[in-house]
């Protein structure tokens, strides 16, 4: 019983930096009605970003959530202006299309730059040990990020100007502008912020994993679970839904092989989708 409580602890620990990871993709879900998916490789950026940081100028790996974040951020209002804003209010078939080509486009060039080689990022830290179960320091810390980075967020849509009018467009988006808020603007800062968590989020993932170019893919469809658990278009539901799929995986990896996980995060995945269209921690979208 130990154990497994260990085990889930541990699954808690790394479902909080993988609901940080979807917050960006369901920021943007909730803001503007599309479906990047360039989630994955934006993902993948911040790992390798954080990487090229840690291996080139020897800094912490914590200190470079800023500039990977930053950078994160301007790759977002890139994508936004390349291929987002003319798709919005468009059928979700186009924004779809649109943000998969982009997607492609990164992984070819991440594919010729760093080939498909597995990478990892050095880093330990003291542990805690708990009735003979260790856990490990970095998890600890890019948990406790995690949390912290999403408070960062809900302060920032709840408590500045900037963040009041992401939440006013995504509410009703004709009455912001007749308020005079420029939309176009508003949007294209929201996406920015999506891909600049989704940087982040992958950064603090390349601390606890190995990781390659074609790895977003696996990160990009355990946020699609993650959003559905907390909800599409609710970023901080999403934390919740992270932790939740964690203490699954955690729970249920001491009795399966790690290969059955998938297919019951996805089986899980269909049952919410039906019985609970909204997700389990419904608050609306992000108004």
């Known amino acids: ?63 470079a ?69 260790t856990f490990t320091g970095t998890k600890i810390v890019a948990a406790l990020a995690a949390v912290v980075i999403a408070g960062l967020l809900y302060a920032f849509l709840y408590r500045t100007r900037e963040g009041k009018a992401i939440r006013a467009v995504a509410s009703n988006r004709r009455a912001a502008e007749l308020m005079g808020i420029h939309s176009s603007r508003v949007l294209a800062v929201a996406f920015g912020l999506g891909a600049a968590i989704a940087a982040a989020g992958g950064a603090l993932i390349a601390t606890l994993f190995t990781f390659d170019v074609l790895r977003g893919s696996v990160y990009e469809l355990k946020s699609f679970v993650i959003c559905v658990l907390g909800g599409l278009g609710n970023p901080l539901g999403a934390l919740g839904g992270g932790i939740l799929l964690g203490v699954l995986e955690g729970g249920i990896a001491p009795f399966i092989s790690v290969s059955w996980i998938p297919v019951i995060e996805f089986a899980l995945f269909v049952v919410i989708l039906i019985r609970f269209s909204q997700g389990l921690f419904v608050r609306g979208r992000a108004k």
């Open 1 to 63: 019983m130990r154990g497994i409580i260990a085990s889930m602890f541990d699954g808690v620990l790394v479902g909080a930096v993988y609901g940080l990871a979807a917050i960006g993709l369901s920021l943007i879900w909730g803001v503007m009605d599309v479906i990047n998916l360039t989630h994955g490789a934006l993902i993948v950026s911040g790992m390798f970003g954080v990487y090229l940081l840690v291996a080139g100028l020897g800094i912490s790996p914590y200190l």
């Open 65 to 133: 959530l800023v500039p990977v974040a930053a950078a994160g951020f301007l790759i977002g209002l890139a994508i936004y202006w390349a291929s987002v804003h003319r798709m919005i209010g468009r059928p979700h078939l186009m924004s779809l299309l649109a943000t998969f080509a982009v997607n492609m486009v990164l992984i070819g060039l991440g594919t010729a730059i760093f080939s498909t080689s597995p990478f990892n990022v050095n880093v330990a830290l003291p542990g805690i040990t708990w009735g003979g179960y």
